[in-house]
């Protein structure tokens, strides 16, 4: 079991709302009760794309005395799910769902599970040419890890290409036939019969093609600045993205590129990214540590807006690119007031990104409401790890801005444009402010300039 080290830790939950912010504490020698078994199970892990994604199919049978409510470590859309501490020396993170209504003694229920892990996947080798093909490595574990007996289950494996050239080959199944089967991209472990709770069998590992970059965002942080006054919504992203493939063997060669780059083949180098963007975006901007990027495409009708971004270098394994992006929107078409005039609802992505497959390990989405804004709650449609609340001052603000940090990790693309929802009251006094400042602001140099042109300068008389 220790050999599945990253798993637990890695899984990050998808289509969990509040129960985020639980944390079950068991004792540190735990172990779940024996009260239900899996008759069947399917796991499906899909490796398409720089991580990992599984799904777990499976028929749970409540085989104790009592109805119950509790179940095994994973993800679920429609139940609550908890994360369970237990041993901070455990490599083994345990997810509670809670079954309601219970499940009746003797009853099964059909359960699917999802969920995604990061950094899994590892180039071997870890260095290549320019010109040379990229392999990553999964390395996993044959059977599927539960808390419960499993009856009957097998694995099914999705590669991103047809090219394996290596695999583990187990010992052949009961009936002679070699395990695992494969059919193009497809790879299949079992079917297995009666597997123990906490059995994860031997560590399997598949080695294939890959011929995108590993996008990998270490930090990204987005900022959503509401202001009434401008009737605008700006949103800046600021990246700091590393290509986690292959690493470039020798120093790169603008000549091998320039050549390679004419019949444009799949390149595991970053060359660009598109950002699907809400229709409506506008005033596009794309800086990196230079300045104004002007490799950018911006394509905007009534029904999409498509922002196209070219790093100033193409970024090849081991590379790291820093940029920031921003774009305006009409307030009007996130924002919903009440007709109090004062109560309003934000309804914004809280992630947009490419549409090439990513991952980012440190987010930090932040909401900067207007100076005044109060009774400000939220509901974010992914799992957080920090909350926090706070007065963002900028020039011409005098009180300071509501803003909401709300930070994630290990998060993956298939978040991309989940909706956050902040409402917030602000009096019509305080949506006054601004102009007022700037009035008054305006009205002093008026007269600082005035006062200063009656003054007599002149030196005698
Ligand atoms: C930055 O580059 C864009 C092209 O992507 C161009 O339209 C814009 O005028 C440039 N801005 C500045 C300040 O140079
Ligand atoms: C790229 O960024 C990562 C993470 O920020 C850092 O550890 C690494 O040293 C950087 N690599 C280079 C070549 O600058």
Do not use: C
Request: hydrophobic content about 40%; cysteine-free.
């Amino acid at each position: 079991m220790r050999s599945l080290h990253n798993w637990g830790a890695l899984v990050s939950l998808f289509a969990t709302l509040a129960a985020a912010a639980e944390q079950l504490v068991f004792p540190a020698d735990f172990t779940p009760p024996q009260v239900f078994k899996q008759s069947n199970l399917l796991r499906t892990i899909d490796l398409t794309k720089p991580y990992a994604r599984e799904i777990i199919a499976a028929v749970v049978e409540n085989i104790s005395k009592q109805p119950q409510t509790r179940n095994k470590k994973g993800s679920g859309e429609e139940f609550v799910v908890t994360p369970v501490e237990y041993n901070d020396d455990s490599s083994l993170q345990y997810y509670r769902i809670l079954f309601e209504p219970a499940v009746p003694a003797g009853h099964s229920i059909t359960l699917q599970i999802s969920l995604a892990a990061t950094d899994i996947l590892t180039p071997v080798p870890a260095q290549v040419t320019q010109v040379e093909k990229q392999f990553l490595q999964w390395t996993g574990s044959q059977y599927a890890l539960s808390a419960y007996t499993t009856e009957k289950q097998k694995t099914k494996l999705k590669l991103a290409s047809n090219e394996v050239p290596d695999f583990t080959k187990l010992e052949p199944k009961a009936d002679g036939t070699e395990d695992p089967t494969k059919s193009g991209n497809q790879f299949t472990f079992g079917p297995y019969s009666v597997v123990e709770a906490g059995k994860a069998g031997e560590e399997v590992t598949l080695r294939f093609e890959y011929t995108n970059p590993v996008i990998k965002m270490d930090r990204m942080e987005r900022l959503i600045e509401v202001s009434h006054w401008g009737g605008n919504l700006a949103i800046e992203e600021r990246y700091w993205m590393t290509n986690n493939g292959a690493k470039l063997k020798e120093q790169f060669s603008r000549v091998a590129w320039a050549a390679t780059n004419y019949y444009n083949p799949p390149t595991t180098a970053i060359k660009q990214l598109t950002f699907p963007l809400s229709v409506g975006a506008k005033d596009p901007y794309f800086t990196d540590e230079i300045g104004n990027v002007s490799t950018s495409r911006f394509r905007s009708n009534i029904r999409e807006a498509n922002l196209e971004l070219k790093p100033r270098y193409p970024v090849f394994g081991g590379w790291n690119y820093t940029f920031v992006t921003g774009w305006n929107h009409d307030l009007r078409d996130f924002v919903r007031g009440h007709k109090n005039g004062e109560d309003f609802v934000l309804k914004v992505p809280f992630l947009e990104g490419p549409k090439e497959a990513v991952t980012y390990k440190d987010l930090e989405v932040t909401i900067v409401l207007p100076e005044g804004a109060t009774n400000v709650k939220y509901v974010s449609p992914i799992p957080l790890v920090k909350e926090e609340q706070y007065l963002h001052k900028t020039f011409m603000d005098t009180i300071g801005r509501t803003a909401v940090k709300l930070t994630a990790v290990n998060v993956v693309d298939e978040q991309h444009r989940k909706e956050l929802v902040v409402s917030y009251h602000l009096p019509q006094t305080e949506a006054l402010r601004k102009p007022f400042v700037m009035f008054s602001a305006l009205m002093a140099m008026f007269t600082l300039s005035w006062i200063v042109s009656k003054i007599d300068l002149k030196i005698g008389k």
